[in-house]
């Protein structure tokens, strides 16, 4: 069975353009949650979405959005990219949003901005 | 303030020299506390979930356990494929939001 998949896998961009990160679940499952890593540090929580809703949304400025898909898919755009958003991006499903299931992670994209 | 802290930050192990790594929290109503191995460009596997102190798990080398103020991570006999970063995570109240220590990394050396 197919995990959760990233795309793309590694990003490029300049200060002040925005980006879009696009994640697919697993098959099955309803919820996705986002999370941003940077280098030495644990991930931090963005958002999380269930059934085409926020469900959650941490600490993070107006500049990142998200939104999910009938099919569950998602993406997240992020405008106004500062050098302080250079990070791993990773997707996280799991089967719904109340359960307390384990969530299983993408291998993330890494965006990096110059 | 730290909800999750990981102790030490970083461990190098003999092969088959046992440890533990630590994991303490000060976050109230937990629901759930989640291990996770990380390796080099990848994303956090899941390893174990425990939901209440006194509970354990194992897989192969590896034991998690729980406490009401902390949990560990066993490691028994490892292997040099065992080195990676070892995540530590919370889940509390009604959300699924996952609070993450910022890791252990462990270097098994043969």
């Known amino acids: 069975d197919a995990g959760v998949t990233q795309s793309p896998t590694h990003l490029i961009k300049t200060r002040g353009q925005h980006v879009t990160l696009r994640c697919s679940p697993i098959s099955g499952h309803k919820s996705v949650s986002w999370y941003q890593q940077v280098l030495g540090q644990g991930p931090q929580f963005i958002f999380q979405y269930y059934e085409k809703e926020e469900r959650g949304r941490g600490n993070f400025p107006d500049r990142f959005s998200a939104r999910q898909f009938p099919n569950y898919s998602s993406e997240l755009n992020v405008n106004a990219l500062l050098l302080g958003d250079s990070a791993l991006y990773l997707c996280a499903s799991s089967p719904d949003s109340r359960s307390n299931q384990p969530q299983h992670f993408g291998d993330g994209t890494r965006l990096s901005i110059l | 303030e730290d909800q999750v802290t990981q102790s030490p930050e970083a461990l190098r192990l003999q092969e088959g020299e046992s440890s533990s790594l630590n994991c303490s929290y000060t976050?109230?109503?937990?629901?759930?506390l989640f291990w996770y191995r990380q390796d080099p460009g990848k994303g956090p596997e899941f390893l174990f979930t425990l939901y209440s102190a006194g509970e354990e798990k194992e897989k192969e080398r590896l034991k998690a356990t729980l406490t009401k103020k902390e949990s560990f991570l066993h490691i028994t006999a490892p292997k040099p494929e065992d080195s990676a970063t070892y995540l530590c995570a919370v889940t509390q109240g009604g959300s699924e939001k996952l609070v993450f220590g910022k890791g252990t990394k462990l270097t098994v050396n043969p």
């Open positions: 976050v109230s109503g937990l629901r759930g």
